[in-house]
């Protein structure tokens, strides 16, 4: 199962990549839970498919490109790590950013049922109980 999970996640990415957050969140639970470390600026804790969506399709407000780029997907369990690079740009400074997360996907049965985003890809290692 883990394989699956792994190209799961790998096809969430990607649809988010592409702006369509309908097929990124298509096989979480409809009770899925997203929860942002608190160091991030604007942490949010949210559960719920729908809550999901509309959070996420607020990026493309404040950001005019937003892409996350995963450098290792990897299963642990029923969990899936994701160290990624953020590359944006602000929609009204044109700003540019480019950051190394992590993030933690559970996944049961198919379906993501937590998402947690860590600032730090260190976190998310130690979290998923590996080392880099």
């Not at 999970?5 to 097929?23: K, P, Q």
């Not at 804790?45 to 290792?72: H, I, K």
């Not at 997360?101 to 379906?111: A, S």
Request: net charge negative.
């Amino acid at each position: 199962m883990s394989r699956e999970n792994v190209e799961l996640v790998r096809a969430a990415y990607e649809a988010w990549n592409r702006g369509d957050i309908g097929a990124a969140l298509e096989h979480s639970r409809p009770d899925v839970r997203f929860v942002q470390d608190r160091r991030i600026p604007g942490a949010v804790d949210l559960t719920g498919r729908e809550a999901c969506r509309a959070w996420l399709e607020s990026f493309y407000e404040t950001w005019d490109e937003f892409r996350l780029s995963p450098d290792r997907i990897e299963a642990v369990g029923d969990r899936v790590l994701i160290l990624a690079t953020i590359r944006a740009k602000g929609r009204m400074s044109e700003i540019e950013i480019e950051q190394r997360i992590g993030h933690i996907l559970t996944v049961h049965g198919g379906q993501t049922v937590e998402w947690r985003s860590y600032a730090d890809p260190a976190d998310a290692l130690e979290a998923a109980g590996l080392r880099e």
